[in-house]
């Protein structure tokens, strides 16, 4: 699985919008860029994957840069309840499926 | 509802026992996984499942064992030679193999303190 690396901490204002950026330079061409979340003392929380094009849904959307080295998650409009660490997660389609997490970004989100 | 769930949510033991975490999953997932998550931490995986009756470690399995007698149960045994058994336990799960572009769901977690 390819290593991300995350900035460790960020804050946002509320109503503005969160970018969250993560490098995965490692990637490879069948490998995903998957974000999740979680709040304190919960279970993770998917939020939007990717392999090339760009995606958005009801939560988020995910830019993937064109060389796949880096993407970055955006909240459009973030609230308090977006507070949460935000992980960033390459996984191998070819694997056991099995998600490799680092340390995460924690989002401030400031009122 | 579909849902993963975990039980407890806290669960104290005495050092030197075995303890037993419950996952009960009615997605009809193939695949389960347990990790461990230390204060501060990124989850770490300990044992996954990938089809019943089938279950291979993780990066930090020793001191744990698990069993997939049926498709939605995977139960974590923390026993006593897991030197630091005190933490923050997920259990998640996926589809198979046959359907990797897909997200898997977690548990809410059971909060282990070994005294």
């Known amino acids: 699985d390819a290593k991300t690396t995350q900035p460790t901490s960020m804050d946002c204002a509320e109503g503005r919008a969160a970018n969250l950026p993560c490098n995965h330079s490692?990637?490879?061409?069948?490998?995903?860029v998957y974000w999740y979340r979680q709040i304190h003392s919960q279970g993770p929380q998917y939020i939007i994957h990717?392999?090339?094009n760009n995606e958005t849904n009801e939560m988020a959307s995910l830019i993937i840069t064109e060389d796949r080295k880096s993407s970055t998650l955006i909240l459009p409009h973030a609230t308090l309840r977006d507070t949460a660490v935000y992980y960033c997660?390459?996984?191998?389609?070819?694997?056991?499926?099995?998600?490799?997490f680092g340390q995460g970004t924690t989002l401030q989100v400031k009122p | 509802d579909g849902g993963i769930t975990q039980s407890p949510k806290y669960l104290f033991r005495k050092e030197g026992q075995n303890v037993t975490l419950s996952c009960e999953q009615n997605?009809?997932?193939?695949?389960m996984y347990w990790y461990r998550q230390d204060p501060g931490q990124g989850l770490r995986l300990i044992y996954y499942?990938?089809?019943?009756?089938?279950?291979q470690k993780g990066d930090i399995a020793e001191g744990y064992s698990v069993s997939r007698e049926k498709k939605e149960s995977f139960p974590l045994t923390v026993t006593s030679a897991q030197k630091n058994p005190t933490a923050f336990y997920l259990c998640?799960?996926?589809?198979?193999?046959?359907?990797?572009?897909?997200?898997?769901?977690f548990g809410q977690g059971t909060r282990l303190t070994v005294v």
């Open positions: 990717g392999l090339k």
């Open positions: 997605l009809n997932h193939d695949a």
């Open positions: 997660i390459v996984r191998d389609s070819s694997n056991t499926g099995k998600l490799i």
């Open positions: 499942s990938q089809i019943v009756n089938d279950f």
């Open positions: 998640a799960s996926k589809q198979g193999e046959a359907s990797m572009n897909t997200e898997a769901f």
């Open positions: 490692t990637i490879s061409g069948n490998e995903y």
